[in-house]
């Protein structure tokens, strides 16, 4: 293995930083390249096969490319509905990311847990397994919540977000039956921790928040233990759509280590 050879994050935009965050504190001479399907974005309103397609036809252009030597799609939308075929098609390692239910069951006091995510990812048999496997007797209530995603590219870009939004979120768990027990929150799409204190005011603070992002990373460096890495300089970031000259965008990314930002 190339000590050069970097870690692929991918998600349908930005995100996935949080993962990217949590593996710095992991791996933090890894070289890294981010790929934001920035032109497919949102993918939680689009179809399975939409998600599939994208998904699966833009990993295997972006590993042949910069032959990678680990891919982690850094998207539950696109995780919970194209990993398994990923997987069967590149010879790369992949880590997907899927809810953290089976954590938030060991959290909970009151039993009573809500999960936010893309209206793609709640829907899915997936999420259905996942609860039926590690939520352990807890009650699990699912709301779509697709604004948030707008809302978290519009803070990475220094801009302030609607307040409206996280109310709505948080009123969209707490109005269902049983959502007044609610003490855990499931972050169920990368981006949403990018904004966790806003959702941590609409909600209160008796909430308490979990998402996958520590439990990737560490998964990332339990696959390359032993692999050696030379990180040189900033890591690059990679969009399908507009971004590259968007200073912004650059100021948002630097945060994370990102120093550049190219057209895919």
Same mark, same amino acid.
């Given at each position: 293995?190339?000590?050069?050879?970097?870690?692929?994050?991918?998600?349908?935009?930005?995100?996935?930083?949080?993962?990217?965050?949590?593996?710095? #504190?992991?791996?933090?001479?890894?070289?890294?390249?981010?790929?934001?399907?920035?032109?497919?974005?949102?993918?939680?309103?689009?179809?399975?096969?939409?998600?599939?397609?994208?998904?699966?036809?833009?990993?295997?252009?972006? #590993?042949?490319?910069?032959?990678?030597?680990?891919?982690?799609?850094?998207?539950?939308?696109?995780?919970?509905?194209?990993?398994?075929?990923?997987?069967?098609?590149?010879?790369?390692?992949?880590?997907?990311?899927?809810?953290?239910?089976?954590?938030?069951?060991?959290?909970? @006091?009151?039993?009573?847990?809500?999960?936010?995510?893309?209206?793609?990812?709640?829907?899915?048999?997936?999420?259905?397994?996942?609860?039926?496997?590690?939520?352990?007797?807890?009650?699990?209530?699912?709301?779509?919540?697709?604004?948030?995603?707008?809302?978290?590219?519009? @803070?990475?870009?220094?801009?302030?977000?609607?307040?409206?939004?996280?109310?709505?979120?948080?009123?969209?768990?707490?109005?269902?039956?049983?959502?007044?027990?609610?003490?855990?929150?499931?972050?169920?799409?990368?981006?949403?921790?990018?904004?966790?204190?806003?959702?941590?005011? #609409?909600?209160?603070?008796?909430?308490?928040?979990?998402?996958? #992002?520590?439990?990737?990373?560490?998964?990332?460096?339990?696959?390359?233990?032993?692999?050696?890495?030379?990180?040189?300089?900033?890591?690059?970031?990679?969009?399908?759509?507009?971004?590259?000259?968007?200073?912004?965008?650059?100021?948002?990314?630097?945060?994370?280590?990102?120093?550049?930002?190219?057209?895919?």
């Amino acid at each position: 293995m190339n000590s050069n050879s970097p870690i692929l994050l991918f998600d349908s935009g930005f995100g996935g930083l949080t993962v990217l965050s949590a593996l710095r #504190a992991q791996l933090p001479q890894a070289p890294v390249i981010y790929a934001a399907d920035t032109a497919g974005l949102p993918y939680g309103e689009k179809t399975e096969a939409e998600v599939a397609a994208r998904v699966a036809g833009l990993l295997g252009r972006l #590993a042949e490319r910069y032959q990678p030597r680990l891919i982690c799609i850094a998207c539950n939308t696109a995780s919970t509905i194209a990993l398994g075929m990923v997987r069967d098609v590149l010879e790369t390692p992949i880590v997907g990311t899927v809810p953290a239910i089976k954590p938030a069951a060991a959290m909970t @006091k009151t039993g009573t847990i809500g999960l936010l995510g893309t209206a793609a990812t709640i829907r899915q048999a997936y999420v259905d397994n996942l609860e039926a496997k590690f939520a352990n007797g807890s009650r699990l209530l699912r709301h779509a919540a697709p604004e948030l995603v707008a809302a978290a590219e519009c @803070k990475l870009r220094d801009q302030t977000p609607d307040p409206a939004v996280f109310r709505r979120a948080a009123d969209g768990l707490r109005q269902q039956d049983g959502g007044e027990n609610i003490d855990t929150v499931v972050l169920a799409c990368t981006h949403f921790p990018l904004v966790q204190d806003e959702l941590a005011e #609409a909600f209160g603070e008796q909430v308490q928040f979990i998402d996958g #992002a520590q439990g990737i990373a560490r998964r990332i460096a339990f696959l390359t233990q032993g692999q050696s890495f030379d990180r040189q300089g900033d890591d690059l970031a990679i969009v399908t759509g507009e971004g590259e000259d968007d200073p912004a965008l650059l100021h948002g990314l630097a945060q994370f280590g990102i120093g550049r930002i190219a057209r895919f």
